[in-house]
């Protein structure tokens, strides 16, 4: 039990002010009182009422010393300044996510070829984990999006030792050249700047975005020649604009093929030259057209895709036989989309690094010279290859013509690759490539593969 005053309320103990805390207190209070009744009656710059529009808004209003115009342009000039520094803040946490992304993605990689260093084997990474499952997806998603580094180094064509996948990434890092790119006048002339807009394509910043401009045409132009003669005859020299590239004439460019110093196709636009027996003999590593057709019932090979084509020779080759070839190809120091054009040939100026433009099971025929090879970073690669797969209809042919890598690549590199992706193998053929040398170790293989039916 408790006390017998345990139910009694207890009395608060009094606190004891002394007189001369008493008389402070009294002056505080009157002090405030005259204070506040001053700044409501005074000037308007001490009304605090003055300060607000309303009383239900509240909002401030700048006393008339802000109205400064210095001050004011000091404050506009800083609002402008917080502004810039928000978008880059906004760039560098992208960056920092892109960057996060990557980082993950390389670890992981290192712990791929741990694991296979250890056991001999790739490890296969868990997908009944959620977050394994995640940072396989983000291992796939830097590998499609991010930059690769491109084997043989620095390529003065792209002005770049990297290449981007083309679905935008690559423009994000050459913010400064797209605003090049993308100042003129409007409803004027464009900018000749072919060379530079192309090193930006080469660079994975493709496509490119549109411009309100019109393209510069040639003076006194003349139409194409007519179909079927245009197919090999030179066009007239007026029919492109020739400030882009150092030949200045087609008899310039047909004369290259003489010249020690290297180009790209350098001898494509003679086509009373090698051009006119490309493709016409079957033998080793150069396959016939006739012979390829033969692979399949007569008529079903009808529309194809000729990577990186040069001056579209072999679209038209096939013209010839009734099938109607697309020609992707860059204009590398030479018009050759213009050319391809002027032939009476379907071009398209992009480069390896963007997805095929057509729909899945479509094409009966996809081929490449050259241009597909060991410059390519290998998983860059192996994408081409399967979007070249999703193009192809079952049955569909994909010619893959004098691919040229190493030795020690071809075994080790190229034929698992082809491997994985799932081509049938009607033919292949692989031979050393001597004009350097037998130490060099290069080599060419040529081969013609089959889209499974099912």
């Known amino acids: 039990m408790g006390s017998e005053n345990e139910d009694c309320p207890k009395r608060k103990p009094q606190i004891h002010i002394p007189n001369h805390y008493k008389f402070k207190i009294f002056l505080l209070v009157i002090t405030t009182n005259l204070l506040t009744f001053y700044i409501s009656n005074g000037p308007d710059h001490l009304n605090l009422n003055s300060y607000y529009h309303s009383s239900t808004d509240q909002k401030l209003q700048l006393p008339n010393s802000v109205c400064d115009p210095t001050l004011l342009s000091q404050l506009k000039s800083t609002k402008t300044q917080l502004v810039k520094s928000n978008e880059k803040l906004t760039q560098l946490q992208n960056v920092?996510?892109?960057?996060?992304?990557?980082?993950q993605s390389l670890l992981i990689e290192l712990e791929r070829k741990n694991d296979s260093s250890t056991n001999g084997k790739d490890r296969k990474l868990p997908v009944d984990d959620n977050d394994d499952q995640s940072k396989a997806v983000?291992?796939?998603?830097?590998?499609?999006?991010g930059s690769h580094t491109l084997p043989l180094g620095f390529s003065p064509r792209s002005d770049s030792d990297e290449i981007y996948p083309s679905v935008g990434a690559g423009c994000l890092k050459y913010q400064d050249e797209l605003e090049k790119y993308m100042t003129y006048e409007i409803g004027g002339e464009c900018p000749v700047d072919d060379v530079f807009a192309q090193k930006l394509i080469l660079k994975g910043c493709e496509p490119l975005p549109r411009r309100r401009c019109h393209p510069k045409s040639p003076i006194?132009?003349?139409e194409p020649n007519p179909f079927p003669e245009s197919l090999w005859m030179t066009p007239p020299e007026n029919s492109i604009i020739w400030e882009p590239y150092t030949c200045k004439s087609y008899k310039c460019l047909i004369d290259r093929k003489n010249s020690p110093?290297?180009?790209?196709?350098?001898d494509c636009f003679d086509l009373e030259g090698k051009e006119k027996s490309r493709w016409l003999v079957d033998r080793g590593l150069d396959y016939g057209i006739d012979k390829v057709l033969g692979e399949k019932r007569?008529?079903?090979?009808?529309?194809?895709?000729?990577?990186?084509?040069?001056?579209?020779?072999?679209?038209a080759r096939m013209r010839e036989r009734n099938v109607t070839i697309v020609t992707t190809s860059m204009n590398l120091d030479g018009p050759f989309n213009s050319f391809?054009?002027?032939?009476?040939?379907?071009?398209?100026?992009?480069?390896?690094s963007q997805r095929l433009p057509f729909f899945?099971?479509?094409l009966d025929i996809v081929h490449s010279m050259h241009v597909l090879s060991n410059w390519i970073p290998d998983s860059m690669l192996e994408f081409l290859l399967y979007d070249i797969y999703r193009v192809l209809r079952p049955g569909g042919l994909f010619w893959l013509d004098h691919f040229f890598c190493f030795g020690s690549q071809l075994n080790q590199t190229y034929v698992p690759m082809m491997d994985r992706i799932g081509f049938?193998?009607?033919?292949?053929?692989?031979?050393?490539?001597?004009?350097?040398?037998?130490?060099k170790n290069e080599w060419y293989f040529s081969a013609l593969f089959e889209k499974p039916m099912t």
């Open 340 to 352: 391809i054009a002027s032939r009476g040939l379907v071009s398209m100026h992009m480069s390896i």
């Open 261 to 266: 110093t290297f180009y790209d196709c350098k």
């Open 220 to 222: 006194d132009y003349v």
């Open 298 to 315: 007569k008529g079903t090979i009808r529309i194809g895709l000729d990577i990186g084509g040069g001056s579209g020779t072999f679209a």
């Open 360 to 362: 899945e099971n479509t």
């Open 96 to 103: 920092l996510d892109s960057t996060r992304l990557l980082l």
């Open 424 to 439: 049938k193998k009607l033919r292949w053929n692989a031979g050393m490539k001597l004009d350097k040398g037998v130490d």
């Open 138 to 145: 983000s291992l796939e998603l830097m590998l499609g999006v």
